[in-house]
């Protein structure tokens, strides 16, 4: 997600920093949550409605979410505190690239990864950089603990095809997969969207889903 840049971001982040991952040192989640539950991950987090509201629904778990843009981060970082308060305990953030993540966080940290609405590089030669590529998921497969899942979310049809494609080449299986998780009420029942799914579902996009397990 690009945004402009905003002034007050790096200030903001330096004063509201002990909600951030700031020591890329092979982590693992137990070392800054306080409750040692389970751990999930967001990569590409955005202005954080998925995460935020995730926590709000589930404050007995931990998150981390991840953008590779400062600005996001500043942006997702102001609604957290303005929504659950300047001392929420179960979401950090972090300013880095999905690339970094086993430098970051130690193997079998994590229950769960959520990959909504990735950028899709719609470009042939840019496959590599998909979130869904194989070397990316490679690092989730490490990253989980075993029975662990990634949860994939898109309404671009070539980023959900790719995604499969890659998906068979890994050491993950597929247990669900729709092509239009709201043709279905039970699918939903639980769902919690971010902006973006709730823009292109308003727009009558296919939401596209897909979980993967360790």
């Not at 790096?10 to 020591?23: D, G, R, S």
């Not at 400062?70 to 979401?91: C, H, M, Q, R, Y």
């Not at 940290?109 to 719609?122: A, E, H, V």
């Not at 669900?176 to 727009?203: G, H, Q, R, T, V």
Request: positive net charge; charged residues 30%.
């Amino acid at each position: 997600m690009r945004l402009r840049n905003k002034n007050w971001v790096n200030t903001y982040i330096e004063e509201n920093k002990k909600h951030l991952i700031t020591n890329h040192k092979k982590l693992h989640p137990k070392s800054f949550f306080k409750k040692n539950k389970k751990y999930f991950l967001e990569i590409g987090c955005g202005k954080g409605e998925f995460i935020i509201n995730n926590a709000l629904k589930y404050p007995y778990y931990n998150y981390v979410a991840i953008e590779k843009e400062a600005t996001v981060i500043g942006v997702a970082l102001k609604k957290a505190i303005s929504l659950l308060g300047e001392d929420f305990l179960n979401i950090k953030f972090l300013n880095s690239y999905a690339e970094k993540l086993l430098d970051i966080f130690a193997s079998k940290s994590f229950d769960g990864i959520y990959l909504n609405f990735s950028d899709p590089w719609s470009k042939s030669r840019h496959y590599k950089k998909r979130l869904t590529y194989i070397m990316f998921l490679n690092i989730y497969y490490d990253l989980l603990k075993k029975g662990g899942v990634v949860e994939i979310k898109t309404d671009n049809d070539n980023l959900y095809k790719f995604s499969l494609e890659q998906i068979h080449k890994s050491k993950f299986i597929i247990v669900f997969n729709s092509e239009d998780i709201y043709d279905d009420k039970e699918n939903i029942e639980n769902n919690i969207a971010s902006e973006y799914e709730k823009k292109f579902y308003s727009l009558n996009q296919k939401i596209k889903k897909i979980i993967i397990k360790k």
